[in-house]
C-alpha cells in the first residue's frame, strides 16, 4: 500500500527545514558582528543582544519564505520570480545558502502544493539553482586599513567610489580586518578598475596591514562583484586607470593624516 503524504505534513516539513538552515546561518552571520560591534560590553549583555537579533531576523525570514512563495504565486512568471528573489538577495543578512534554501522552498510549494510545477516561476527557479550552485558560506578576512576610518570613508563617498547607501558600519567592516562571511559589504560608484588600483596604490603607500596576497579575492568579496583579475590585466595593457591623477593625490592625502 502506498502513503501519499498530505499537503500540510509537506508543507510543514519544507517550513522545518528552511527554518532549520536560516537559524545556523543567520547565527554565523550576526554573532561576530554583534560582538564586535559591542566589544566592550558585558558578556551577558552581548549575548542577550545576539539572541534577539537572530530571534527577530529568524521570525522576519522565515515569514519571507512564505510571503515569496504566495507573492510568486499570484502572478507565477519569470519576470515577477525574479525580480522578488533578485530583492531579497539585497537584503544584509541574506547568506547564498539562506538564498538556495528559500529558493528550494518555494519550488517544493509550487510542485507539491500549489500545483505550479509548470509555470514560467518554476522553469526560473530550478534554471536559477543550476546557474548559482551555492554552498556553505566561508569566511574569510577583510581589508585592514591602517588610518582613520571615519576619514577614508567620507572621502570614498566624495570622490564616488562607493554608493551612499553605504553605512559606515558596513564600511568599517569592509576595513577593519574582521573574519565574516557577507558578501557585497560594500557598493561601489567607480570602475572596477579604478577600484582595484586605489587598493593597489593604498597599499603602496603602506595603508593596510597584512594586505593579503588574494586581494582582489577580497575585494570582489567586499564589493559583491567579479572578475577583478581582469580589472588589473586592463591596467597593465593601458598603464593607466580612469582619474588616476585624482586617485593618486587622495592616496597622498590619506597617507599624511594616517
Given at each position: ?69 504566495r507573492t510568486i504565486a499570484r502572478t507565477p512568471t519569470r519576470d515577477l ?70 576619514v577614508f570613508y567620507k572621502n570614498c563617498l566624495a570622490y564616488n567610489v ?81 582619474n588616476e591623477k585624482e586617485f593618486r593625490q587622495l592616496v597622498k592625502t ?5
Open positions: 500500500m502506498n502513503y501519499t503524504p498530505k499537503k500540510e505534513n509537506i508543507t510543514k516539513m519544507n517550513k522545518f527545514i528552511v527554518i532549520g538552515i536560516l537559524d545556523k546561518e543567520l547565527k554565523d552571520f550576526h554573532r561576530k558582528n554583534v560582538y564586535e560591534r559591542y566589544a566592550n560590553a558585558e558578556e551577558e549583555i552581548k549575548e542577550g543582544l545576539y539572541n534577539q537579533l537572530v530571534s527577530d531576523r529568524l521570525v522576519f525570514w522565515s515569514q519571507q519564505a512564505g510571503t515569496e512563495s520570480a525574479k525580480v522578488r528573489l533578485n530583492n531579497l538577495k539585497e537584503i544584509k543578512d541574506c547568506t547564498p545558502v539562506m538564498f538556495d534554501a528559500i529558493v528550494s522552498y518555494i519550488k517544493a510549494e509550487f510542485e507539491y502544493i500549489m500545483n505550479l510545477g509548470h509555470s514560467e516561476a518554476f522553469v526560473y527557479l530550478c534554471d536559477l539553482q543550476k546557474e548559482e550552485k551555492p554552498t556553505k558560506s566561508l569566511t574569510y578576512k577583510t581589508f585592514n586599513y591602517r588610518g582613520d576610518i571615519e562607493i554608493d551612499d547607501k553605504t553605512s559606515l558600519d558596513s564600511f568599517k567592516m569592509a576595513y577593519n580586518g574582521t573574519e565574516t562571511n557577507q558578501v557585497g559589504i560594500i557598493k561601489l560608484t567607480c570602475p572596477k578598475t579604478t577600484f582595484t588600483c586605489f587598493m593597489a596604490l593604498l597599499n603602496d603607500a603602506g595603508m593596510f596591514k597584512d594586505y593579503p596576497k588574494n586581494f582582489h579575492k577580497v575585494g570582489e568579496a567586499i564589493t559583491g562583484e567579479t572578475d577583478f583579475k581582469n580589472a588589473l590585466a586592463k591596467l597593465k595593457t593601458t598603464g593607466t586607470f580612469e590619506l597617507s599624511l593624516n594616517s
